[in-house]
């Protein structure tokens, strides 16, 4: 049986492959043909992911969508959720969450029972996926409430923002310096960063 495995994180600094290894034993163990592997670094409040859109279209009915936990696969509203696992059934994938055991049961479900597990299982990952919302809303609202708490405190405070990034300014100079009629997009793809870097090393690099 086919397996796709998805491996998200929400940002750069967390890397989307920490899971990779642990998945693929889980693969091996439940002896499943590992089809494809797809890892991205996206917020799991957003439903247009490239990688996950990849992988629901080139899975075939009946291949196994196989996460680390629901968290992974999703932190979207109601509204999102509700689409994403319309369009998992109506591919005919089954969703095995490593962290889930009662999902476990979907790599060979038998009769009746597998049908209880099923039902048991859908409730499981409705709910995981609900408190997984909820946690994203409540942490935004505690950054919310902590850059209000400060400028309260302190009317002239602004937000400082992420740091840079030395190392990756570095090779991005590097790359104009060795490609000077390369384009912006064509750097931000070598050098793995957004365009926008890219525009600003340029811009601060003529000034300095």
Same mark, same amino acid.
């Given at each position: 049986m086919n397996a796709h495995l998805y491996l998200r994180a929400s940002t750069k600094d967390?890397?989307?492959n920490r899971a990779k290894v642990a998945l693929e034993l889980f693969a091996a163990e439940k002896g499943l043909n590992i089809a494809g592997i797809y890892? &991205?670094?996206?917020?799991? #409040?957003?439903? %247009? $992911? +490239?990688?996950?859109?990849?992988?629901? %279209?080139?899975?075939e009915k009946g291949d196994i969508l196989l996460v680390e936990s629901v968290d992974r696969l999703s932190r979207l509203s109601q509204a999102d959720w509700d689409t994403l696992k319309a369009t998992i059934k109506a591919?005919?994938? $089954?969703?095995? *969450? @490593?962290?889930l055991p009662?999902?476990? /049961?979907?790599? &060979?479900?038998?009769?009746? #029972?597998?049908?209880? !597990?099923? *039902?048991i299982n859908n409730m499981l990952v %409705?709910? /995981? @996926?609900? !408190?997984a919302r909820l946690d994203q809303e409540k942490r935004v609202e505690r950054i919310k409430q902590g850059l209000k708490n400060k400028r309260a405190a302190d009317p002239e405070?602004? +937000?400082t923002g992420k740091g840079r990034n030395a190392a990756k300014w570095v090779e991005v100079q590097s790359l104009m310096r060795k490609h000077p009629t390369m384009s912006a997009d064509e750097i931000a793809k070598l050098a793995e960063c957004g365009v926008a870097t *890219?525009? $600003?090393?340029? $811009? &601060?690099t003529k000034a300095a």
């Open positions: 967390q890397d989307a890892a &991205e670094n996206i917020s799991g #409040t957003k439903l %247009d $992911r +490239p990688q996950l859109l990849s992988l629901l %279209d080139i899975a591919k005919g994938l $089954r969703l095995v *969450v @490593a962290d009662t999902s476990h /049961m979907l790599v &060979e479900p038998k009769g009746i #029972t597998g049908q209880i !597990m099923d *039902v %409705d709910l /995981m @996926a609900t !408190m405070w602004k +937000p *890219v525009y $600003r090393i340029k $811009r &601060e």
